[in-house]
DNA sequence: TTTTCTTTTCCTGGTT
DNA sequence: AAACCAGGAAAAGAAA
C-alpha cells in the first residue's frame, strides 16, 4: 500500500475498483440540466474523476452528492425529469442517513440503485469504517477515551460532528407534509454498512467497549480465555505469551456475527500517520513536532491507543502495548529512535504516504 | 495447508 | 510513584 494509504486515497481505490474508468465521467451536460436549483452550485471543472470521486459520501458537500446523483441517472439512462431536484439539496451526511423509502420517494424506481450504490461504496470501505464508526458514536465512551489522564475533557472532532452536527432542511416528501422525520432524530443506517448507530446491530463493526452481552460472556465465563485472563490464577504465573482470546466453539459463534469480509488489517503506522495527516479527525491526540522531519509526538496516549483498540475490535488496547509494537517498527526502518523524549517518533525511510509532497500529489 | 508477517500480550528492568 | 522506554519471548491471527 505503499504511498496511497492515507485515507481518502485509500477509498479512491475501492471506489476506483468499483467504477470502471470509462463510468467515472460525469455527464456534464445532465448536470446543467439538473442546475436549476439556487442552491445547488455543481462543479465547476470537468475532471477524470468526479468530485465524489475518493472521498468518504460522509464527507461529500451538497455539489458532490448531486454530481454521484446525475451520474447514477446516466449510468441507468433514468429519466432525470422524474425527478425532484430540488429535494437532492442534501450533503453527504444527510444521503448516508436517507432509508431506501425516503430516497425512493425522491428518486422514484432509482432510489434503490443509489440506496445500494451508496451503501455499496460505504460497506466496501473496511478500512475506513473505523472513522464511521467514531463518527458515529454519539454516547459512545468517547468520554472515557478522551478524558485521558491530564486531559481537559474536550471532545475530540473525531466524535463530536456528526451526532451534533445539524441536518440541513430538506424539502418535504411528496404527500408527507413534513421534513424527513428520521433525518431529524436517530440517523438511520442500513446494518453492514459499517455505519450502524445501534449498539444492538447484527454487524454493528463498531468497539469493544460497550461488548454485547455474546461477548460479556464469552469473556466471563467458562472457556479457555477465562482461564488465561490476567493470568492462570490456579496455577501461579501465566504461561508466556499472547494468551488465546478464545475456543474454537466461542470463536465460531462469534463468526456468525461478523460480515463476510473480514476487514484487511490497516498497519498501525499507517493508522497513527492518516491521524496525523487528517488534522479534523486528530484534536489532541497527536501532533507533528518536525512535519518536514516526520517528527511526531503522542498528546494522549492512551486515547491514541483505545481507538487503535477499537479499530482492531480490542478493547485491552492501552499505549503499553501500541509502544512496543511501535518499537518493532525500528528494525524495520518504518519508525525512527528519537532518544531522550517521551512519547516522540520519527517516520523511517521504509514509511510513506507522510510528506507533504507526498500529500500534495495524492490530491 | 503451511509459512510468513504483523501485531498482541506479558514480562523484567531501566529511565524520567 | 507513575508513566514511559527497551526489548525478549511466545502466541494469535491475517495474509501470502
Redesign the pocket.
Known amino acids: 500500500m505503499a504511498g496511497s494509504c492515507e485515507i481518502s486515497n485509500i477509498f479512491s481505490n475501492y471506489i476506483s475498483a468499483m467504477y470502471q474508468p470509462e463510468e467515472a465521467q460525469p455527464p456534464v451536460e445532465l448536470l446543467a440540466h439538473m442546475g436549476k436549483d439556487d442552491n445547488l452550485t455543481l462543479p465547476a471543472e470537468t475532471t477524470e474523476k468526479p468530485a465524489w470521486f475518493g472521498e468518504l459520501p460522509y464527507f461529500w458537500s451538497k455539489a458532490q452528492v448531486l454530481e454521484w446523483i446525475s451520474y447514477h441517472v446516466e449510468k441507468n439512462k433514468y429519466d432525470a425529469s422524474a425527478i425532484n431536484f430540488s429535494c437532492c439539496n442534501m450533503d453527504g451526511y444527510t444521503l448516508c442517513h436517507c432509508t431506501p423509502e425516503q430516497l425512493r420517494l425522491i428518486f422514484g424506481p432509482l432510489g434503490d440503485e443509489l440506496y445500494a450504490r451508496l451503501h455499496e461504496i460505504v460497506s466496501v470501505s473496511d478500512e475506513l469504517s473505523w472513522i464511521i464508526d467514531l463518527l458515529e458514536k454519539e454516547d459512545m465512551s468517547s468520554q472515557e477515551i478522551f478524558l485521558d ?1 491530564g486531559a481537559s475533557g474536550k471532545r475530540s472532532a473525531l466524535a463530536t460532528p456528526c451526532p451534533s452536527r445539524p441536518l440541513p432542511c430538506i424539502c418535504p416528501l411528496p404527500g408527507a407534509g413534513s421534513p424527513f422525520p428520521a433525518l431529524s432524530s436517530t440517523p438511520l443506517c442500513p446494518p453492514g454498512t459499517g455505519m450502524s448507530h445501534s449498539p444492538n446491530s447484527q454487524d454493528s463493526g463498531g468497539s469493544d467497549i460497550d461488548p454485547d452481552p455474546t461477548e460479556v460472556k464469552l469473556f466471563s465465563s467458562d472457556g479457555d480465555f477465562a482461564d ?4 492462570d490464577v490456579k496455577h501461579g ?10 475456543s474454537k466453539e466461542n ?1 465460531d459463534c462469534l463468526e456468525t456475527k461478523k460480515s463476510k469480509h ?8 499507517e493508522f497513527i500517520r492518516d491521524i496525523l495527516l487528517h488534522p479534523e479527525l486528530n484534536e489532541g491526540l497527536m501532533k507533528w513536532e518536525d512535519r518536514r522531519e516526520g517528527v511526531f509526538k ?1 498528546l494522549r ?2 486515547a491514541v491507543a483505545q481507538l ?2 477499537q479499530k ?1 475490535k ?1 478493547s ?10 511501535m ?4 528494525k ?1 526502518e ?1 519508525l525512527e ?8 517518533y520519527k517516520f523511517g525511510k521504509n514509511s510513506s504516504g507522510w510528506k507533504e509532497e507526498e500529500v500534495l500529489n495524492r490530491k
Open positions: 489522564s488465561y485472563d490476567k493470568g504465573k501465566r504461561k508466556r505469551g499472547r494468551p488465546r482470546k478464545f470463536r473480514s476487514p484487511r488489517g490497516t498497519h498501525l503506522w503522542f496516549s492512551e487503535w483498540g482492531k480490542n485491552s488496547m492501552t499505549y503499553e502495548k501500541l509502544s512496543r509494537a518499537r518493532y517498527y525500528y524495520r518504518i529512535r528519537v532518544d531522550g523524549r517521551r512519547l516522540v
